[in-house]
């Protein structure tokens, strides 16, 4: 590889630091280059953690996919819920029980809805406890006479763990007789972080307490589904429902959630090309710095004619000198970026220590909205952009350098 015009460009470039304006402009430029690659690998991992934010509080709390039958209840839902487990993306799946009931406490009532789960480790996985050092170990001596309830009802009804609770159920889904009304107590066991309207207000219970409590062997017409590829959710549930050889109406997260997923690819999509286009307004102060040091080296780059330099070497080393500029901004910015990212909690616990009353909105925005996550993708894809917004950029001045007339030039010294 031929360096020559790298260190013919990289000479231009010291000599013109001798000179006030061009200096001035250069270093501007290069400040508004970092700067704009800075705010965009922000915004870009502001929004993948948002994404992650999103798969942690909504797609934790709701099925991923649900199978339900049409015409008569899985008689045999067990080897159904085998067979669906060994299916690629499937984490687990269960019989799906939700009811209406009427939470009682003292003098307070409350509309609630309780859940069935069957594995105790599957709510480890998908939800997160008050207490900040909470040993899900305690979770696991589990009665079926417990009851797991979200924050929002635990803070409305002024309960703790430890209490005793009285409901009653609303919903006759399930072939019992209700000529009387039947109030159940369970104790709670533990009571987990709400995130939002889609568990703010349920409460979990073992499948044990439905199996004792009412016939539900033969009334099992729905099996819930929980996939490491949520996204793929649709596709899953399709390879399913084709094991089950019955009748079966099917249902996704993404029947109701997936415009918040394409809200936020707009999003990124819209900030991505905002930004570049900063990059890009920033790159004409880079055109005018090339352009006025042409100007200012027509004698150099006629003595580069008079001594052979064609137009390919010319071009080359005016190529180089202003792709300089963009490179080290480019740089810059990613650097910076890649460390506050990097450090991002260490930041936010020094700016809440110091300035918590000024500038955070205390246990509002930060600390249920507020996560930035680094893709290597990201970070390859803004290189690459701003270092082709560069090369374009600086293709009309070295295309001018290599117009020069040497002779005419020549002719004025």
């Known amino acids: ?157 002024e309960i703790k763990e430890g209490d005793w609770i009285n409901f009653i159920i609303l919903d006759n889904k399930f072939s019992f007789q209700l000529n009387k009304i039947k109030i159940f107590s369970l104790q709670i066991k533990s009571i987990f972080n709400s995130n939002g309207v889609s568990n703010s207000n349920i409460g979990l219970i073992p499948f044990s307490f439905f199996q004792g409590n009412f016939d539900i062997i033969n009334n099992i017409n729905t099996i819930e589904l929980y996939m490491s590829r949520p996204l793929d959710a649709n596709k899953i549930v399709l390879d399913a429902a084709k094991i089950i050889k019955t009748p079966v109406s099917l249902y996704t997260w993404i029947n109701n959630y997936q415009y918040i997923y394409n809200d936020i690819n707009k999003i990124k999509t819209i900030i991505y090309i905002t930004l570049l286009m900063l990059i890009i307004i920033s790159s004409f102060s880079i055109i005018s710095v090339s352009l006025l ?47 506050t990212i990097l450090n991002f909690k260490n930041i936010m616990c020094f700016l809440e220590k110091h300035f918590n009353n000024n500038l955070l909105l205390n246990n509002i925005y930060y600390h249920n909205f507020l996560l930035l996550d680094l893709n290597l993708s990201d970070i390859i894809i803004i290189f690459i952009s701003t270092i082709v917004i560069g090369i374009l950029s600086n293709l009309y001045p070295a295309y001018y350098a290599s117009k020069i007339d040497p002779n005419k030039i020549l002719k004025k010294f």
């Open 1 to 157: 590889m031929n360096f020559l015009p790298f260190f013919i460009a990289k000479r231009l470039y010291l000599k013109n630091n001798n000179n006030h304006i061009i200096f001035l402009i250069s270093i501007l430029s290069k400040i508004a280059i970092a700067l704009s690659v800075f705010i965009l690998i922000i915004s870009i991992s502001a929004l993948n953690g948002f994404k992650i934010l999103v798969n942690q509080n909504i797609l934790s709390s709701v099925p991923h996919g649900i199978i339900q039958s049409i015409d008569k209840p899985f008689l045999h839902y067990r080897k159904i819920i085998q067979k669906i487990n060994s299916i690629s993306g499937v984490n687990y799946s269960e019989p799906y029980i939700s009811l209406s009931a009427v939470l009682l406490k003292t003098n307070k009532i409350k509309f609630f809805n309780i859940k069935s789960f069957t594995n105790i480790k599957y709510i480890k996985k998908y939800f997160s406890f008050q207490e900040e050092n909470y040993q899900l170990s305690k979770l696991d001596n589990f009665q079926h006479n417990q009851i797991i309830l979200s924050s929002d009802l635990s803070r409305d009804l």
């Open 293 to 339: 040091s042409i100007s200012k080296k027509i004698k150099d780059i006629s003595i580069l004619r008079s001594i052979g330099a064609n137009n390919i070497l010319i071009q080359l080393i005016f190529l180089y000198y202003g792709f300089r500029f963009i490179l080290i901004g480019n740089v810059i910015g990613l650097f910076f970026g890649v460390i």
